[in-house]
């Protein structure tokens, strides 16, 4: 089971349509974070969320760390087809050094 | 400054083989972590050095092996191996150990045991 579970697993959409992406846990984190992650390459860190209700925007992209931090969203505006990848989000776990455990990731696909 | 690199980016090994991978953190950092991707089971834990010391491990059997170098190399070693081993080996960089720096992550090895 995962420490961490994300929804949905894959999500197909078209250029322009809006989505959201769940994290969700039943531990409590000490943060959060969201990654990107394109074919052939390694993760890039998009956004850490530090304080419970927290929301950070990054141009189309609005993250939200929920009140018990236990969970967070990431919402896509206006989607394009640059948006494409897979999205993980990850924390820190003291039981390893407060090394990062990931979610699952969701798999977006955005047409054109 | 230069990302994180890794060497070789493919690899095919059969069982039984033994297989050794190489990370380049950026620049003045010091913590190596690296990480296995499968589909399966996603990105998971497998270690960290920092100072040419393991500092963390994950629950990995010990057939997972690694080390760091005083210019803060890392290699990552995978002996007898299985066909389940097959993954994307990632690892990550930062400047400290504490957990609460940024990582920077490599594009990864992709290890394929026939």
């Known amino acids: 089971t995962q420490l961490l579970e994300q929804s949905p697993q894959f999500l197909s959409i078209q250029e322009g349509e809006n989505l959201t992406v769940y994290c969700n846990s039943s531990s409590v984190f000490s943060s959060l974070q969201w990654y990107r992650q394109e074919p052939g390459e390694g993760p890039v860190l998009l956004v850490t969320?530090?304080?419970?209700?927290e929301v950070k925007k990054l141009k189309r992209l609005t993250f939200q760390f929920g009140d018990a931090r236990k969970d967070s969203s990431l919402h896509i505006t206006a989607a394009q087809p640059g948006d494409t990848g897979l999205y993980l989000c990850a924390g820190p776990r003291r039981e390893y050094g407060n090394k990062l455990v990931f979610g699952a990731g969701t798999i977006l696909r955005v047409k054109s | 400054k230069a990302g994180v690199t890794q060497t070789p980016r493919y690899l095919i090994k059969t069982r039984g083989q033994q297989v050794t991978l190489s990370c380049s953190p950026i620049s003045g950092h010091r913590s190596v972590s690296w990480y296995q991707q499968t589909p399966g089971q996603g990105l998971q834990f497998l270690f960290e050095y920092f100072s040419e010391t393991q500092r963390n491990k994950g629950n990995f059997p010990g057939r997972f092996s690694g080390r760091q170098f005083s210019n803060s190399r890392s290699e990552m070693n995978v002996s007898t191996l299985e066909l389940g081993d097959s993954a994307l080996y990632l690892c990550?960089?930062?400047?400290?150990?504490?957990?609460?720096?940024?990582?920077?992550f490599g594009p990864g090895t992709r290890l394929l045991v026939l």
């Open positions: 969320v530090v304080t419970g209700g």
């Open positions: 990550a960089s930062s400047l400290g150990s504490s957990g609460g720096e940024t990582q920077y």
